[in-house]
């Protein structure tokens, strides 16, 4: 230590160091999960996520959903479902999406 620092000082230093440390820690944490993010996405990104197939967006009554060119299913965006169920929709078919979206 030299002679004219304190100890208060070497403690200031360190604690420092050790936040410096951790927000670093943290930074690299974010950038990994981002890349993470990105090549899940691009993996992913317009595959039916049950058979793993190509999904082609289509138009179904004015909204455009994702349906496999594979196994036929239909996958909808966030916002999707309700916009077909409308929301004075009273048909049974509304009445079940009401049900799955908790929205009833
Ligand atoms: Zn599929």
Redesign the pocket.
């Known amino acids: 230590m030299a002679p004219n620092k304190t100890k208060a000082e070497d403690e200031f230093i360190a604690k420092e160091e050790a936040e410096k440390t951790k927000r670093l820690k943290v930074q690299l944490e974010e950038q990994h999960s981002e890349e993470q993010r990105k090549q899940t996405k691009a993996v992913c990104y317009m595959k ?1 996520p ?4 190509d999904l082609n967006e289509v138009t179904f009554r004015g909204i455009k959903i994702d349906r ?1 060119l ?4 239909v996958w909808l965006d966030e916002g999707e479902l309700d916009k077909l169920a409308g929301e004075e929709d009273t048909s049974r078919i509304g009445n079940i999406i009401q049900i799955i979206t908790g929205k009833v």
């Not at 049950?50 to 197939?53: F, V």
């Not at 594979?70 to 299913?73: A, L, R």
């Open positions: 039916c049950k058979c793993g197939a496999c594979n196994c036929d299913g």
